[in-house]
T-cell receptor
């Protein structure tokens, strides 16, 4: 099974950089996803890591260390619209659905 | 048009009533999922289906049932609704042939059981 931990809430200032951490304990591993979810809306895909290292996509980057069971999502040049929950999800090997962490609610303040 | 749709978007019902939530997709994906989301508890898997003849229980299937009527349709039923089933329900789809197999979510159904 999977156990996924993320901070419950974070606050950051507009224009700043914020790092949201995710740690996981798993019996196997076949990829880690980050989703963004605005209040009352559907989660939307942000990033995917299956190999160690950094994946960059515009203002967002995601990092994975499989040996440490650790990932982070880095958001640069924060904007007010980045206020949302960020969900870390892990996939086991084989035919299993994603397992989601409880999410980190990010508030961007002026 | 949205690729994954859910009906109804909002529903109020009474304890003991049977209700059905419906999900349709035009993505052509074989795999479909039902999740519920509660404040502080994140997304929890109720049932999932990898093709029309395949149904699997998730983490919290008690009190729920599902029907996979076609590749494009996956319905969730609450046989006798109870107040602690008040939640936001999401349907999702994925395609195992596309490498990382991203899950795509519908807009959600907000259910209130009185």
């Amino acid at each position: 099974g999977q156990n996924i931990d993320q901070p419950t809430e974070m606050t950051a200032t507009e224009g700043a950089i914020v790092q949201i951490n995710c740690t996981y304990q798993t019996s196997g591993f076949n990829g880690l996803f980050w989703y963004q979810q605005h209040a009352g809306e559907a989660p939307t895909f942000l990033s995917y890591n299956v190999l160690d290292g950094l994946e960059e996509k515009g203002r967002f980057s995601s990092f994975l260390s499989r040996s440490k069971g650790y990932s982070y999502l880095l958001l640069k040049e924060l904007q007010m619209k980045d206020s949302a929950s960020y969900l870390c999800a892990v996939r086991d090997p084989g035919n299993t659905p994603l397992v989601f962490g409880k999410g980190t609610r990010l508030s961007v303040i002026a | 048009d949205a690729d994954v749709t859910q009906t109804p978007r909002n529903r109020i019902t009474k304890t003991g009533k049977r209700i059905m939530l419906e999900c349709s997709q035009t993505k052509g994906h074989d795999r479909m999922y039902w999740y519920r989301q509660d404040p502080g508890l994140g997304l929890r898997l109720i049932y999932y289906s990898f093709d029309v003849k395949d149904i699997n229980k998730g983490e919290i299937s008690d009190g729920y049932s599902v029907s996979r009527q076609a590749q494009a349709k996956f319905s969730l039923s609450l046989e006798s609704a109870i107040p602690n089933q008040t939640a936001l329900y999401f349907c999702a789809t994925s395609d195992p042939d596309r490498g990382r197999e991203t899950q795509y979510f519908g807009p959600g159904t907000r259910l209130l059981v009185l």
